[in-house]
């Protein structure tokens, strides 16, 4: 069983910066592929960025590419978003999730394929 359980959200600025963090918890977690989604009110959820296992490679939603950095260490079982530029239209609850599928090399997006949740973090972005 894995266990995720973010913090870091809070209320910033357009413009501002906000770094977002997740701990897990489960023995092989670390062999898991990791990802940040985040759901605005009256929304679907959506992915923002996701990190393969070994952090060889990332995707980003195109709304948040070059202003987004997700990053793991797997030594401390810790996944991590770097929000910078942030814009109103980020606000959102931001959620990290895990895929049990061990090893893999590719990041996947979809959201039906990721087996663990946490409980969210909220981020409000004023303008």
């Known amino acids: 069983q894995v266990e995720l359980v973010e913090s870091g959200g809070g209320l910033v600025q357009a413009g501002g910066s906000l770094r977002l963090s997740c701990a897990a918890s489960g023995r092989l977690v670390s062999l898991y592929s990791m990802g940040w989604f985040r759901q605005a009110p009256g929304k679907e959820r959506e992915f923002v960025a996701g990190?393969?296992?070994?952090?060889?490679?990332?995707t980003y939603a195109d709304s948040v590419k070059g202003r987004f950095t997700i990053s793991r260490d797997n030594a401390k079982n810790t996944l991590y978003l770097q929000m910078n530029s942030l814009k109103p239209e980020d606000t959102a609850v931001y959620y990290c999730a895990a895929d049990r599928g061990p090893y893999r090399t590719v990041v996947i997006t979809t959201i039906s394929e990721y087996d663990y949740w946490g409980q969210g973090t909220q981020v409000t972005v004023s303008s």
């Open positions: 990190i393969n296992w070994n952090g060889a490679s990332t």
